[in-house]
């Protein structure tokens, strides 16, 4: 699924992060959202790596990068401490500033990376996610039931974890049903052979509880501190944040610089369903970019 692709770990200060990297271009990297791995950018990342030097890489506590227990309120799934691992993932890969783009869980991974470390995120791409906060602060009704798996993960462990773990193959075709175009043959298996485990499990419904806690403490903090940086906003047509948020007019209130929002012909998993138009968004979003950076 990643031919040419260079695998390697890479040791950061809490444990190794597994990534893919690929390409000669400027840096791009590219962060997974749950309850998937980088294998979620196999239809994109190989047409990317011509343009720039993609690095696809696992956040901390799923696939094949490092585990590590809860921690005091969450602490070790906080977004701040999994977006210091990404940067130190970079820093070894010898990049001092970088693109992002993230769906999901990596797209709040990235976004709290833009926040904490100013000077190395050159632009950010976020897909299929509003901030945190606001999403939090505008649930109702229908959100609740569109996003179920939100207030479910984030209950006391273990409850989550053992009612999962009791199917886990079937927990994540649930996650994966709205679309029939992703987690098929080997591309299920990936995801099941890397979900599977216990400790992950744990991890993941840790991450969605630091989402709910520890997380929410840092967002509110930094709310009215505004990135100097691009924006694009990537979100499903048929998904709930397409539906139910005005993404491109919450996103403005995050950066001095423009917000790019456009909607993509899928559901939640866009590059998934969507490569072709998640490719051309990314290449030109991140390349005019480029042009910027170097004048």
């Excluded at 505008?138 to 409850?159: C, E, N, R, S, V």
């Excluded at 591309?187 to 991890?203: G, L, M, N, T």
Aim: charged residues 30%; proline residues 4%; positive net charge.
């Amino acid at each position: 699924m990643f031919n040419g692709f260079k695998k390697k770990f890479v040791k950061v200060s809490k444990g190794k992060i597994f990534c893919k990297f690929k390409g000669n271009g400027p840096p791009l990297l590219l962060l997974h959202g749950y309850p998937q791995t980088h294998v979620m950018w196999h239809k994109t990342a190989p047409e990317l790596s011509k343009y720039f030097t993609v690095i696809v890489a696992d956040l901390r506590g799923y696939g094949d990068s490092l585990v590590l227990p809860g921690g005091t309120n969450h602490k070790n799934y906080s977004k701040r401490e999994m977006a210091k691992d990404m940067v130190q993932l970079m820093s070894k890969l010898n990049f001092k500033k970088f693109f992002v783009a993230g769906h999901d869980r990596g797209g709040r991974v990235a976004h709290r990376m833009a926040r904490d470390y100013r000077n190395k995120i050159m632009a950010l791409s976020v897909l299929d996610i509003c901030p945190t906060l606001d999403m939090y602060e505008h649930t109702d009704m229908k959100f609740a039931k569109g996003y179920f798996h939100w207030f479910y993960l984030i209950q006391p462990a273990p409850l989550p974890e053992k009612m999962i773990m009791a199917d886990p193959r079937r927990w994540l075709k649930s996650r994966f049903n709205r679309s029939s175009k992703l987690a098929i043959g080997k591309v299920e298996d990936e995801y099941f052979r890397a979900f599977k485990q216990k400790k992950r499990i744990h991890a993941t419904c840790e991450d969605y509880r630091a989402a709910a806690t520890i997380d929410l403490e840092h967002d509110k903090k930094d709310r009215k501190k505004k990135l100097n940086i691009p924006i694009q906003v990537l979100w499903g047509k048929k998904g709930v944040v397409g539906t139910q948020f005005k993404s491109v007019k919450i996103w403005q209130k995050y950066t001095n610089k423009k917000v790019y929002g456009s909607e993509i012909n899928s559901d939640h998993f866009i590059p998934e369903e969507s490569p072709k138009q998640t490719i051309n968004h990314l290449k030109k979003f991140f390349l005019k970019n480029v042009k910027n950076n170097s004048k």
